[in-house]
């Protein structure tokens, strides 16, 4: 990912110690940041080996504890 809207932020001695944003690269770099967790945990799942539930039997089960809690 290429940020064309930045700008470096250099000390005196010319190191550089931070980066400016646009409002707008910073939220698409959180949002691809939240994309890559998503992924990364789906693969964790997929390497269980715990047998899954379809997502509309799931629901129904939370619902059925949700009501017996009450």
Known sequence: MLLPDHSFLTDAKGKTIGVFL???????MLKELEDLDDIRLYDEGKKDKAPSVPIDEAFKIVESMRRKAK
């Open 22 to 28: 646009s409002i707008k690269q910073y939220q698409k």
